[in-house]
């Protein structure tokens, strides 16, 4: 089968491997689509990732397809199943597994970093991963590429939990990015009252015209966001504000903007090296401003994801700006990377 995979900074290689068996307690899935991360492009560009990855491997974590092959004793599973998978795995076991925040656990593995991953026709999927319950049924009416986007919607949704993004809240999302416009739709269907988008990119805003969920946009390279912000407020900031840029100038802002008493999320994470972020730390002190960091998902994130999904009330597909053959990979990612498109989805087998 053909797999896409990584030896090393830059270094990717559509190779044809033996398809994989499904271990005891396992499964094989055909992959019918899997969406290019930000991670993906990162991870390509330095040739692996500060968490650890095991090269070469195979890339691509946000994954839909079919049940392919059942490993021996593997349940609920049928053949021909439409299935979409988290991606990591946690282990169940220790403090902040039994805590409940899966995300957080101290002995977490994922496909693409230490599993082969689903730029590839077939996925095998770990026991470990299984027993996790990181394998989901999809919903009817929905497509592969619309499903394999659950995973990073799931990670925007832990983010908004930590924040309480709720009813009548002004949210702003500094980053027009697919992830920072997946805040935004999250935001509204969480009930907010405002949804604010900002971007030193105006090719980026320009892609989020299409999106009625968001109420006022910010050329961040022409006008000064934060009074942007207090201007569309009367003065009073954002209840919440989440940077989804790799930006340290935007996360200043973001306490700058925030609303006395406001939930500043630090969502998108630096570049190694340049993650040391200098704050007027009495802003948040007089302001009484609650600063946190997001990190992955959870189990039942990803499957609220996917109840919002089939309910209507996140419709993923205006994300996806472009589908393309596993053979095309070059051309896909050089789209995901160039800010001119949202989530690019590759379909391996066609
Ligand atoms: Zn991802
Ligand atoms: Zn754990």
Sequence with gaps: MQALRLYGASDLRLEDIPVPEAEPGGLVVKVEACAICGSDLRNVRAGGSSHGMDLPITIGHEIAGTVHGIGEGTEGFEPGQRVVLATITPCGQCINCLRGIQNQCDRKTAISYQYDGGF????????RHVAAGGVFPMPEGLSFAEVSITEPFSCALNGQELSRVGLGDVVCVMGAGPVGLMHCLLARARGAAKVFLADVAPARLELSRDFPEIDNRVDASREDPVERVLHWTGGVGADVVITAAPSGKAQVQATR????RGRVNLFGGLPKGESETVFDSNVIHYKELFVHGASDSTV???????????????RPGRLIT??????RFREGFELAASGNALKVVLEPGK
């Design 257 to 260: 903007m925030a609303a006395k």
């Design 322 to 327: 472009g589908i393309l053959p596993l053979s």
């Design 120 to 127: 590839a026709e077939f996925v095998a999927v770990p026991p």
């Design 300 to 314: 039942p994130q990803m499957m609220t994801i996917l109840d919002l999904m089939a309910s209507g009330q996140l």
